[in-house]
Nanobody
Framework: QVQLVESGGGAVQPGGSLRLSCAASGFTLDFQTIAWFRQAPGKGREGVSYVSRSHPTPHYAESVKGRFAISEDNARRTWYLQMNNLKPEDTAVYYC?????????????????WGQGTQVTVSS
């Protein structure tokens, strides 16, 4: 059974930085697409960033472009979301997700595995 476990969330002041990690454990699977989503209080879940093996240029939501960066280790068992210049509107629960098939986008049903979420709070 595959599990995704996020870590690295916390509270930070505006302008600060955090790095989220997502570690995959269990059966060895070849994820084609890895992604980060987030859900702010009272809002639906939205895509933040993804990268596909067949399309290695990462995609970012407009709201985070230039501030966030997605990366992964060579084995594609751990991936990261570096978040810089954080803003109060970045406050949310952040989820990592992985898809076994190639996908371009943030359609949640295309992602087979999800982490439990980690809270990020940006406040002065």
């Amino acid at each position: 059974q595959v599990q995704l476990v996020e870590s690295g969330g916390g509270a930070v002041q505006p302008g600060g930085s955090l790095r989220l990690s997502c570690a995959a454990s269990g059966f060895t699977l070849d994820f084609q697409t890895i992604a980060w989503f987030r859900q702010a209080p009272g809002k639906g879940r939205e895509g933040v960033s993804y990268v596909s093996r067949s399309h290695p240029t990462p995609h970012y939501a407009e709201s985070v472009k230039g501030r966030f960066a997605i990366s992964e280790d060579n084995a594609r068992r751990t991936w990261y979301l570096q978040m810089n210049n954080l803003k109060p509107e970045d406050t949310a629960v952040y989820y990592c997700a992985a898809a076994l098939d190639y996908t371009l986008g943030y359609r949640e049903f295309e992602y087979n595995y999800w982490g439990q979420g980690t809270q990020v709070t940006v406040s002065s």
